[in-house]
C-alpha cells in the first residue's frame, strides 16, 4: 500500500493495569497502639471504679507530699535531725526515759533481794522503753495527721508556712507563727482573728487524738525600733490564754492544760533578728508523759 502524506498519524497509547498488590502494615501498627491505649483506659477506669476513698487518698498522697515546714532547721525532719535516743542515727527512735530504777543492792545481800529487785528493774525499764516508743509513734502520728489535715482543706493549704511542728526536750511543738501580712492578732490585741481560730481549731482535731496533757505559750516579737514594751508579758499572756479558750471550744479537754504563759519577746525564733514577724506566736506543747516509777520510789 502507498503512503499518502495526508494520512492522519494515529498514537496508542497502553494504560498497563496493575493487580492489587501489597500497601505496606503500617495501618497496623496504629492500630495496635489505639487498642493498647484504649486497654488502659478501661483498665484505670475500672480501677478507679473498685478501689476505695482510703486507697485513693493514699494514692494522692504519694504524689501530692504535704508542704507543712516540720523545723527551722533544714534538716526538715519531725526530729530536726537528730534522734530520740543516746545511741544516735542507728537508734530505733525511743528515748530512754529511765535509765536505772531501783538502787543497786549491797554487796552483802544473801536472801536473793538483790536479783529480785535486779528483775523488777529490769521489767519497769523494758515496760517504760516500749512506753516511750508508743508515745514517739504517736507523736509522729499527730504530726502526719496535722500535715494531712493542712493539705485536705484548701483554706488551710496556703497557711501551710505558718505551722511548724518538732519535737523539743518537753514533747511534741507545734507552732502557729505570724508571716508579714499574715497575722494573728491584730496588733496590741490580744483576740485571735479568723486566720488564728482555723489554724487553732485545725490543731484541737489532732492534739485531741492524743490524750497527753498540753502547754500554751504566747510570744511577741521586739518593736521596729528596738525598744521592749512594758505590756508585752500581759499581751503575751493573754493570747496564750485566747488561744486556749478557742482550743478548749473546739473540744480539748480543760483537764489537759497543764500551763498557759506569756513569755513576751523573751525567746524569739530568730534570735539574729527579733523583730521579725515570725518571733511572734502560740506555741503548743504535747507533753511526753511521766516516767513510771517503781513502788517506793518518791
Known sequence: MAYSADAPILIRKVKKVMAAGHHGGA???AYADFVTAMMAFFLLMWLINTTSPQQKRGIADYFAPASVSESTSGSGGILG????GE??????GSQPVIQSLAPPSPPDAKDGKSSKAGGVSDAKGAEAEAAAKREAEDFQSAAQSLRQAMQDLPELAELSKQVLVDQTPEGLRIQLIDQEGRSMFESGSA????RARLLLRAVAKVVGQLHNRITVAGHTSVTVTGQKGGDDWALSSAR???SRNVLQEAGIDADRVYQVSGKANSDPLFPDDPTLP????IAIVLLKEAPVLPPGNP
Open 191 to 194: 483576740k485571735p482573728n479568723e
Open 278 to 281: 515570725g518571733n511572734r506566736r
Open 81 to 84: 535531725g537528730t534522734a530520740l
Open 240 to 242: 496564750a490564754n485566747a
Open 87 to 92: 545511741q544516735g542515727a542507728k537508734s530505733n
Open 27 to 29: 495501618w497496623k501498627v
